[in-house]
């Protein structure tokens, strides 16, 4: 039984461990970063249904500012739009640092 629970740890902690590499590694690319910001997450103010569009307003390379449009995951399920501030990391990896309720967008619109 022992032995058991031992070899169940290691395959979560292995799994564990390639989930993270993977999702570090698919980061380095900034669509993926704010697509997986936007609609993972338990806690999450800001997770989204759907993402209709995603728009760089400005990037340098190491800063970047992105607008992302789409359903808002609580009901009634409004269109949403953010600005989201990405930096990257010393690993190449983008990391949303900021995200701002964009005012311009009509807050009752519904789909």
Known sequence: MKKFFIILLSVILVGGLIKYTYITNKSKNMDYAVKRYFTTGIFNNYKMYNIETINLSFSNGSIAVVKVEGI????????????????KNSAGTWKVKKVYTDQTSPKNQYQ
């Open 72 to 87: 808002e995951k609580k009901l009634p399920n409004k269109k949403v739009s953010y600005n989201a501030f990405l930096e």
